[in-house]
């Protein structure tokens, strides 16, 4: 069934006051609802009580303490419907639930020996009737009840006003949130935990608790975690002026989860994978997704719970500014203390990290079948829209704002936000509304009635750029097109796009690499913001020497593609010079990109040729000589230069193909690496040895600081190259490096190095082995072990599938399956899509059993053939196939039937 954002309608009833009581048991838990129910001023009297409920079931309904029996129950459609109420009443309802069968790990289930619910978006059926839908906010009292010895701390939302030993044995105690909340915001959670806790005073004085909940045992693994929401809770009050509104703020860890995390009122519930995490077991970027997961979670009390969405549609409302928020805050915690030149080299890092996840999942998503504005028009699923489109894509609309508004206007935006609809549920236009409504006190003329099609029009825009000299000395017009062709159901609905309203910062810099000052109109400066708000614009601009090359969308302004013919030659002067250094990064991608294309293109039958052509040869070895300079330029940001240096990633290579070929392009990437790194092996090797030498890789002492885990970014990806061009020194540097290793980021780029390498001996399966060995209780390493082989290019199905029937693995886990059947799928090009498509029939036969039970993930792993039109004819004939097998399955979930739905059809 599809739902349109265009029928909503306002739920007839309020609901102020719920009080849910808990008989918790495993198999059996009895659920006790009261809710008060209140007709709205214009309901008519007599109208329906519709309210949803899955899987669970009915055993009782009272209307004002007498049983009623004007009632429907249609259990298809998951409905109860009450007729004939009066217009205020108070209605109580028992029914129960099974957690342990619970696979989907949506409303109440089991993980480990503890209990947990996750409710967003509609889980709370899944444990009580209610008007399951975020606009309905109520005052939630629970009551939990449970055996002490299985379960002795029993949390739920806000204070808990009571506890009690029962005469039964049983303990009991009760919860109040003194927030209105919507039920997915709900969580009740019940087991054995060590607990971490801390007390706070929020900036204006008051004191609050913070508690960490994780399995026993686990307790020295939530430090980081502590200290990461003690930094988010002061970040949010510095820099956005919000203050933790509770007096009491905790995070559950769950080894079992669908997502990252949950943001639930003063009760988060995490998967493990972001809290938990020591030198010897995480890497950096676990310690950065932590803080920054942590972060995400946290900013949601205020931009998602205290302001949340009026309906599903409007769900960017909320992720797209948390993400935002998130954003910031960590690049604000990279640049901490650092000098203003180091600052914006290491804020700059989480730009290009974030804009090539977009450019690597979100850019795909809006020019395949589930393309989707952020804030869509239509779903089948809702489940399906946590997609990088609502999220990352959500999170540059709100950064474009940004960009126009300046971030003292935009604060004021926020305080109007806040000033207008705390404690509401509202949409998307509410918050460009509010923002607007702050411009306008400044610059009255201004207004955000264009740039707002960002919320209604789906793909990715690409953005002509062309210049030419005009008979005035040092002066260009510069003339910027956009197009956009409609994407994925677009295509049926028969629209016409508009443009969009698309800010571009640029700048240009001479032969000798220095910025030039430009002006254009008002604006006088090294970077000037223009503002595209039609079809195609023109702009004269002064003080463009006659060598200038130009760095357009600096900072990368706004989430388009750009179209731009620049000679080699500009492109080599901004990979050394531009002084913005997200422009410097991007010139080096589309150098490196070029190449990887160019000599994909040039490969036949998977061949690598010998010969050539001068052009490409000459480009690679200045790129080389460029990369020299950087390796040598120690005032760079060692995460920067890392930065610099990466290859793009796969996915956003194969989107510049006419054809999609996976194999050529991993291909041609190794074949790139070898010919670029070549010159710059002694180079490598000694920042490899220095490293050594210095003790780095075996320290006693880890630090966890951004410039700590930039300089070992850059040592592994020393090692990688040294091994993937197949080094004897490489290799043995590596082996060293695993043998020594005192914290995970050096053991395990050590062994990811070693796997890159051509030559796969006993040395290589021994360090695997003894990783394996040795952490072995931990299950999130074992997740690392997983991943490493699914993704490592020597695993094909066979592989795969004996990688399954390791006593290890466990497919009710989704954190497992990720490591081993998602990165086999997505980020195994050789295996995955091997030639005889044993690859295809293996994802559809995972998809078809993960569908059973727990669809949510199931759906994105059958997301991972959404652009089979685009590969070659005989690959998608095979990929059509495998896609047509799971579609002609009869009891396929409503997620993993849209998906693969659309992708047959659009
Ligand atoms: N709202 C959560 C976040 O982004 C994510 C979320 C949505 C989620 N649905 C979920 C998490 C289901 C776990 C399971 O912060
Ligand atoms: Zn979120």
């Not at 004191?207 to 909940?213: A, D, G």
């Not at 890392?642 to 006419?658: C, F």
């Not at 991993?666 to 030498?693: G, H, S």
Request: proline fraction near 5%.
């Amino acid at each position: 069934m599809t739902i349109q954002r265009t029928d909503y309608t306002p739920y007839p009833y309020e609901l102020p006051a719920i009080h849910l009581e808990f008989d918790l048991d495993p198999k059996c838990t009895l659920v006790h609802t009261k809710i008060d129910v209140k007709a709205k001023a214009d309901t008519m009297t007599g109208e329906a009580l519709i309210l949803d409920g899955e899987a669970i079931d009915l055993r009782g309904l009272r209307i004002d303490g007498q049983s009623w029996d004007h009632y429907e129950l249609d259990k298809d459609l998951g409905k109860l419907i009450i007729r004939s109420l009066p217009r205020a009443c108070t209605l109580e309802i028992d029914s129960s639930c099974n957690p342990s069968s619970n696979d989907a790990l949506m409303g109440l289930y089991v993980s480990g020996k503890s209990l947990f619910t996750q409710c967003e978006p509609e889980g709370f059926r899944r444990i009580s009737w209610f008007a399951d839908r975020p606009d309905v906010m109520s005052r939630f009292q629970v009551t939990l009840r449970a055996d002490p010895d299985v379960y002795p701390i029993l949390l739920s939302n806000g204070n808990r006003i009571h506890a009690e030993q029962l005469p039964d044995g049983r303990q009991s105690c009760v919860w109040e949130d003194p927030f209105l909340k919507p039920s997915y915001l709900f969580a009740l959670v019940a087991g054995q935990f060590d607990c971490r806790e801390q007390t706070v005073r929020t900036r204006s004085g008051r004191e609050v608790l913070l508690q960490i909940y994780s399995d026993p045992g686990t307790f020295d693994r939530t430090l980081w975690a502590m200290e990461s929401l003690i930094r988010a809770l002061r970040w949010d009050e510095s820099r956005f002026d919000l203050e933790l509104d509770l007096d009491r703020f905790m995070i559950v860890v769950a080894a079992d989860f669908n997502m990252g995390a949950m943001e639930n009122k003063g009760l988060n519930v995490f998967n493990a994978a972001y809290v938990l995490a020591d030198p010897e077991t995480a890497t950096d970027s676990n310690f950065e997704g932590i803080e920054a997961v942590i972060g995400h979670e946290y900013f949601h009390n205020w931009t998602g719970n205290r302001v949340t969405c009026r309906d599903w549609f409007q769900l960017s409302l909320k992720e797209g500014l948390t993400v935002f928020r998130d954003q910031e805050f960590t690049a604000d915690m990279k640049a901490e203390g650092l000098d203003p030149a180091r600052a914006a080299s290491a804020r700059s890092v989480k730009r290009i990290d974030d804009v090539a996840m977009l450019r690597a999942a979100q850019f795909p998503e809006d020019a395949g079948p589930m393309a989707h504005p952020i804030r869509p028009q239509s779903y089948e699923e809702i489940s399906n829209f946590y997609t990088a489109t609502v999220y990352e894509k959500g999170a540059e609309v709100i950064r474009m704002m940004h960009t126009l508004l300046g971030e003292e206007i935009f604060q004021l935006g926020m305080k109007e936000y806040f000033r207008r609809h705390d404690g509401q549920a509202v949409t998307c236009d509410d918050f460009v509304d509010a923002m607007q409504h702050a411009w306008q006190t400044r610059h009255p003329e201004r207004d955000l009635t264009v740039f707002a099609r960002w919320y209604s029009q789906a793909g990715t825009p690409s953005v002509k750029v062309t210049t030419e000299r005009t008979s005035e000395h040092d002066q260009i017009r510069l003339t910027l097109s956009q197009q956009c062709p409609p994407v994925g159901v677009e295509r049926n609905a028969n629209i016409e796009k508009q443009p969009f309203h698309i800010p571009v910062l640029l700048g240009a810099i001479n032969q000798q690499g220095e910025s030039l000052t430009l002006q254009c109109d008002e604006q006088h400066g090294q970077t000037l913001l223009l503002e595209l708000t039609r079809q195609s614009q023109s702009w004269l601009i002064n003080g463009w020497t006659q060598d200038a090359a130009g760095s357009f969308l600096r900072d990368f302004s706004a989430p388009v593609r750009l179209e731009i013919s620049q000679p080699q030659e500009a492109l080599h002067r901004l990979a050394r010079h531009d002084p913005n250094a997200f422009a410097r990064w991007e010139a080096t991608q589309i150098l490196l990109s070029n190449a990887v294309l160019k000599l994909a293109e040039l490969a036949d039958d998977g061949q690598a040729r010998t010969d050539l052509p001068e052009s490409l040869t000459t480009s690679i070895h200045t790129l080389s000589d460029t990369f020299s300079l950087i390796l040598q330029d120690t005032t760079l940001d060692d995460a920067y230069r890392t930065r610099l240096l990466e290859m793009p990633s796969d996915k956003y290579l194969l989107h510049q193909m006419d054809q999609m070929d996976p194999l050529a392009v991993a291909q041609a990437k190794n074949r790139l690496v070898q010919i670029l790194a070549r010159p710059l092996e002694t180079a490598l090797v000694q920042i490899v040895t220095e490293a050594q030498a210095d003790g780095d890789d075996s320290k006693d002492v880890f630090d966890p600081s951004a410039l700590a885990a930039g300089r070992r970014a850059l040592v592994n990806l020393a090692l990688d190259w040294l091994c993937q061009m197949g080094s004897t020194q490489g290799k043995a540097l590596a082996l060293a490096q695993y043998d020594r290793a005192g914290n995970m980021t050096a053991r395990l780029g050590a062994l990811l190095a070693l796997f890159r390498h051509p030559e796969h001996d006993s040395a290589v399966l021994d360090a695997s082995e003894s990783f394996y060995t040795r952490f072995q209780d931990n299950a999130l390493v074992i997740d690392k072990w997983f991943a490493l082989q699914a993704s490592a290019p020597t695993t094909d199905v066979a592989k795969a599938r004996s990688l399954m029937q390791h006593p290890a693995f466990n497919r009710r886990n989704p954190n497992r399956v990720r490591a081993l059947l998602f990165q086999f799928c997505a980020n195994n090009p050789l295996g995955f899509h091997a030639a005889d498509g044993s690859g295809y029939q293996f994802w559809a036969e995972q998809v078809i059993d993960l569908d059973r039970s727990n669809p949510e993930v199931a759906a994105r792993l059958a997301r991972v053939l959404d652009h089979w039109r685009h590969h070659r004819p005989v690959t998608q004939d095979m990929m059509q196939a495998a896609l047509q097998s799971v579609a002609d399955q009869s009891d396929l979930s409503p997620n993993t039937r849209e998906v693969v739905g659309k992708a047959l059809a659009l």
